[in-house]
C-alpha cells in the first residue's frame, strides 16, 4: 500500500524559498503515475500546485508556475517541492498526493508551513 | 482559470439525500469526463470518493455517487449518515491545468 509523508521546516520567512520534500513508501515513482503537491490555507479550501511524472515531466497551476520548482529523485523515491518568494498568502498545510487515472488517490497528512519573519 | 464553484454549505437529516453541484465551463468540467470528488474530515487529508465523475473506489459506500451534466458536476449523497459530515471538494483536470472547487461544508442535521 502506498504511503506517503511530507517533510520540512514549519517556518519561513518571507522572500525565502519554501522547500519541502515528499517520502513515498510501498510503492516504486518509477512504476508510473504522477505526483503532485496541494496546499490548503487555515480554514480555506484546497489549492493545486503541481505534479511531476517520474521521467521530470512537470505542470504547475499557470499563476504559481513561475515560482514553483518540482523535481522527482528516483533513488530516494522522493519528490520535492520549492516554492521561492513566499509571502504571508503560501502559509497552508502542503500535501502531497499520488495522481492517479485523473484522481489524487493517497494523499499525504500534510504538513503546516508558516511564513513568517 | 477560476477555481470550480461549489455551494459554500448542505445539508440534510439521517437517512435524507444531498446533492452538491460543482459548476466550471467548457474548458473543464464540460470538456473532460475527469471529475473527483474529495471528502474531509477536520485535520485530515482529504479522500477521493467518486472519480471520472461517477467512478466510485474499492471501499466507498456505494451511497455516494456522482454525475454530470454539461459544465455541472454533482455528488449525491443518500441515506445521510452522521459520519458523512464533512467539507466535499470537487476537482476537475483542465488540460495541464487541475481545478478544485471552494469546498461544500455538509452538515448532517
Known amino acids: 500500500q502506498v504511503h506517503l509523508q511530507e517533510s520540512g521546516p514549519g517556518l519561513v520567512k518571507p522572500s525565502e524559498t519554501l522547500s519541502l520534500t515528499c517520502t513515498v513508501s510501498?510503492?516504486?515513482?518509477?512504476?508510473?503515475?504522477?505526483w503532485g503537491w496541494i496546499r490548503q490555507p487555515p480554514g480555506k479550501g484546497l489549492e493545486w500546485i503541481g505534479n511531476i511524472y517520474h521521467n521530470g515531466n512537470t505542470f504547475c497551476k499557470p499563476s504559481l508556475k513561475s515560482r514553483v520548482t518540482i523535481s522527482v529523485d528516483t533513488s530516494k523515491n522522493q519528490f520535492p517541492l520549492k516554492l521561492s518568494s513566499v509571502t504571508a498568502a503560501d502559509t497552508a498545510v502542503y500535501y502531497c498526493?499520488?495522481?492517479?487515472?485523473?484522481?489524487?488517490?493517497?494523499w499525504g497528512q500534510g504538513t503546516l508551513v508558516t511564513v513568517s519573519s | 482559470q477560476s477555481a470550480l464553484t461549489q455551494p459554500p454549505s448542505a445539508s440534510g437529516s439521517p437517512g435524507q439525500s444531498v446533492t452538491i453541484s460543482c459548476t466550471g465551463t467548457?474548458?473543464?468540467?464540460?470538456?473532460?469526463?475527469?471529475v473527483s470528488w474529495y471528502q474531509q474530515h477536520p485535520g485530515k487529508a482529504p479522500k477521493v470518493m467518486i472519480y471520472e465523475v461517477s467512478k466510485r473506489p474499492s471501499g466507498v459506500p456505494d451511497r455516494f455517487s456522482g454525475s454530470k451534466s454539461g459544465n455541472t458536476a454533482s455528488l449525491t449523497v443518500s441515506g445521510l449518515q452522521t459520519e458523512d459530515e464533512a467539507d466535499y471538494y470537487c476537482?476537475?483536470?483542465?488540460?495541464?491545468?487541475?481545478?478544485f472547487g471552494g469546498g461544500t461544508k455538509l452538515t448532517v442535521l
Open positions: 476537482s476537475s483536470y483542465a488540460g495541464s491545468n487541475i481545478l
Open positions: 510501498g510503492y516504486s515513482i518509477s512504476s508510473g503515475d504522477y
Open positions: 467548457s474548458s473543464d468540467v464540460g470538456g473532460y469526463n475527469y
Open positions: 498526493a499520488r495522481y492517479s487515472g485523473y484522481r489524487f488517490d493517497s
